[in-house]
C-alpha cells in the first residue's frame, strides 16, 4: 500500500476541498449569516410591486420558469444584449412579453446594500416568483438558495425550449418531460396560468377558429383582440378571478373557457382530463401539488459553488 508523504496528502484535501466547493449543494439556511435580511428585503419588496400591480405577482412567476426552462435557474434571462452578447430577451416567447426585470433590479440594489457582492440574481428571482404567488394568496414552498449566475445565456435554446401557446397536448407533455417533470406536474405547473394576462397576437387563432370554446367567451375576448392588429391588447388568462390565485384555471378549462390553445389541450378529451377534473374540484391537491413541482423546478441545474458568479448587476455580467 502506498504510503502519502505530507506534500501528497496536502494536494489531496486541496483537490477534495476544491470538488466540493464546485460541487456545493443549495441550503436553506445558505445567506442567515451572510445576508440575513435578504428574505424580509424580497417579500417587502415584491408585496410593494404586486400591491402596485396585480399582474406583477405573475410576471415574476413567469421571469423565473422562462429562465429555469432554458439551462436551468441561473439569471440566464435577465442578461442584456450587448454589442458583443445576445441574450435571451428577444427570444419568442420573451420578446414584448416578459416583465418585471425592474422589480428585480430593484431587490437588487437593495439587496447589494445590505450585503455588497453576496446574493445572487437567480436567488432572487427564484425568491421573489415564489413570493409574487404567495402575494396573490397562493401557496408557499421551500426554496434552498446558494445559486450563482451565468455568464452566457442562449437565444437559440430560450427559442426552443420554452413551451409556447400553441403547442398540443404531446407536444406539452414532451417539453416538460425533457426537463424532467411528469404530466401531472405539467397541469399543476400549467396552473400558473390562473393569474396574469396574455397577448392578443398568442390567442387570436383560438378565439376565431377554433371549435373546442365557449361561444360567448369567444366573443367577449374578441372585443378586446380584433382579427387583425392590437397584437399586444391584454385578455386575463383566467377570466373569473384573474388576480387571485386558485384553482378558478381548471374549472374554466372545464367550461372550455381556456384562453391559450395549449391551455385547453390539457382538457380536450385527452390523457389529462381527469386530472385537470380533479384540481377543479380540489384546490387543495393543487396548490400542494403546485408548490411541489416549484421546488422541482427550483432546482433545475443550478450553478453552485465555483461556477458561474455572483453578479452586482443582474442585467450584465461582472
Known amino acids: 500500500m502506498a504510503i502519502l508523504v505530507p506534500q ?3 494536494r489531496l484535501m486541496l483537490l477534495l476541498l476544491l470538488i466540493g466547493v464546485s460541487n456545493a449543494q443549495l441550503s436553506s439556511n445558505f445567506y442567515s449569516s451572510s445576508c440575513p435580511n435578504l428574505l424580509s428585503i424580497i417579500r417587502t419588496a415584491v408585496n410593494s410591486a404586486v400591491s402596485s ?8 412567476l413567469r421571469l423565473h420558469f422562462h429562465d429555469c426552462f432554458v439551462a436551468g435557474c441561473d439569471a440566464s434571462v435577465l442578461l442584456d444584449d450587448t454589442a458583443n452578447f445576445t441574450g435571451e430577451k428577444t427570444a419568442g416567447p420573451n420578446n414584448n412579453s416578459l416583465r418585471g426585470f425592474e422589480v428585480i433590479d430593484n431587490i437588487k440594489t437593495q439587496v447589494e446594500t445590505a450585503c455588497p457582492g453576496v446574493v445572487s440574481c437567480a436567488d432572487i428571482l427564484t425568491v421573489a416568483a415564489r413570493d409574487g404567488v404567495v402575494a396573490l ?9 446558494g445559486r450563482r449566475d451565468s455568464t452566457t445565456a442562449s437565444l437559440s435554446n430560450a427559442n426552443s425550449q420554452i413551451p409556447g401557446p400553441g403547442l398540443n397536448l404531446n ?3 414532451t417539453a416538460f418531460s425533457n426537463k424532467g417533470f411528469n404530466a401531472r406536474e405539467m397541469v399543476a405547473l400549467s396552473g400558473s396560468h390562473t393569474i396574469g394576462q396574455a397577448r392578443c397576437t398568442t390567442f387570436r387563432n383560438r378565439i376565431y377558429n377554433e371549435a373546442n370554446i365557449n361561444a360567448t367567451f369567444a366573443t367577449t375576448t374578441r372585443a378586446n383582440c380584433p382579427r387583425s392588429g392590437g397584437d399586444n391588447t391584454l385578455s386575463p388568462l383566467d377570466v373569473v378571478t384573474p388576480a387571485a390565485f386558485n384553482n378558478d384555471y381548471y374549472k374554466n378549462l ?28 380540489n384546490s387543495a391537491s393543487f396548490s400542494n401539488d403546485f408548490a411541489a413541482a416549484m421546488v422541482k423546478m427550483t432546482n433545475l441545474s443550478p450553478l453552485t459553488g465555483t461556477n458561474g458568479q455572483i453578479r452586482r448587476n443582474c442585467r450584465r455580467t461582472n
Not at 53 to 60: I, K, T, V, W
Not at 137 to 145: F, M, Q, R, T, V
Not at 273 to 279: C, F, G, L, T
Request: neutral net charge; contains cysteine.
Open 171 to 173: 407536444a406539452l407533455i
Open 8 to 10: 501528497c496528502l496536502a
Open 137 to 145: 394568496n397562493g401557496p408557499s414552498w421551500a426554496i434552498a438558495l
Open 53 to 60: 400591480d396585480s399582474r406583477m405577482g405573475a410576471s415574476l
Open 254 to 281: 372545464i367550461s372550455l373557457k381556456g384562453l391559450l390553445h395549449s391551455d385547453q389541450q390539457l382538457f380536450n378529451n385527452g390523457s389529462t382530463d381527469a386530472q385537470v377534473r380533479a384540481y377543479s374540484t
